[in-house]
């Protein structure tokens, strides 16, 4: 399982039209299933309304509750992340709920309103689960500190109970942090599209089939991700200078580098190997997951 948090928002319709509507249509429905939490209602396009009204109201809420009214007004109240199975698993409905509710639980946002929505339309089950931060009850704005490392820990103790690891830079930097030495996250997208690609064009051609864009930044290439956020792709390929990456990619940003008659190749599904590690039954799979295997149709900003 691998967790992904997306960029905060402030827009709980803007996030439902993302996440309920086909992307190209805008006007069929992609869900698969949904849920609610904490909400008198099961229906998506009630619930929405509901988790904007109770961030309109939050005031009301801290004075009814004995609450003080103080503090910076809360700019983004959507928190929204996914969470993603490999391919070769099939896990039930009711086993996906399971893993949100104690996901949510390791947030620390069991009581809070929430909308569960799981899509099809990947090559792997995934879920993805939009949070209001203001507490139905008492307004409070729930602070989530350390949110990635808490969905790690969740993600771990997750695949241990299941007898099967999939995320194996996940137990590598479990294993730094044991040690005293700082874990290094590696977006397994980019990693991915490194190492299967052998032109800066394929590299490029890569990115774009999970939702991410090669751009030329103010100092250097960088990385766009599908939620609008840049990221300097050399912190997520170690042992690959500045020169090297400019040098292999840069020609891709050319203006004619994406002719509209060439399609984006198609690779194989790895093979992925398995290795015994110490303990019941538990397995670690070295092959990469294919493109991640994560949801890259989180929600748009804003």
Same mark, same amino acid.
């Given at each position: ?7 905060? @928002? &402030? ?31 099961? *229906? ?38 996914? $969470? ?38 990947? @090559? ?42 999939? *995320? ?30 052998? &032109? ?5 051609? $890569? $990115? ?19 939620? @609008?956020? &840049? ?37 194989? $599904? ?33």
């Amino acid at each position: 399982m691998i967790p992904v948090i997306a960029q905060g @928002g &402030t827009s709980f319709r803007g996030v439902f039209q993302y996440l309920y509507y086909d992307r190209e249509t805008r006007n069929e429905c992609r869900v698969v299933w949904s849920e609610t939490r904490n909400m008198m209602t099961r *229906c998506l396009q009630k619930a929405w309304k509901v988790m904007a009204f109770t961030v309109k109201v939050q005031d009301r809420l801290k004075a009814a509750a004995g609450r003080r009214n103080s503090g910076r007004k809360l700019e983004k109240p959507v928190f929204s992340y996914s $969470l993603s199975w490999h391919p070769e698993q099939k896990p039930t409905k009711e086993r996906m709920l399971k893993a949100v509710s104690r996901s949510l639980q390791a947030l620390d946002l069991g009581e809070h309103e929430a909308m569960i929505i799981a899509h099809g339309d990947r @090559g792997h089950p995934h879920v993805h689960v939009v949070v209001n931060r203001v507490h139905p009850v008492t307004g409070i704005a729930a602070p989530l500190r350390h949110s990635k490392r808490k969905l790690s820990e969740f993600a771990h103790l997750w695949e241990q109970e299941e007898g099967k690891i999939y *995320c194996r830079q996940r137990e590598q930097n479990r294993q730094k942090r044991k040690q005293g030495r700082p874990g290094r996250y590696r977006d397994p997208v980019i990693a991915s599209a490194w190492e299967k690609s052998t &032109t800066g064009l394929e590299f490029a051609r $890569l $990115l774009r089939g999970q939702g991410y864009q090669l751009e030329q930044g103010k100092r250097r290439l960088v990385v766009r991700d599908p939620w @609008g956020k &840049t990221i300097n792709p050399l912190r997520h390929l170690p042992g690959v200078s500045s020169a090297q990456f400019e040098n292999a990619v840069g020609s891709a940003l050319a203006p004619d580098s994406f002719p509209e008659s060439l399609e984006m190749p198609q690779h194989d $599904l790895p093979t992925g190997q398995e290795e015994k590690l110490p303990g019941p039954r538990i397995t670690v799979w070295h092959g990469p997951w294919p493109d991640d295997c994560r949801s890259r149709d989180g929600p748009e900003p804003g």
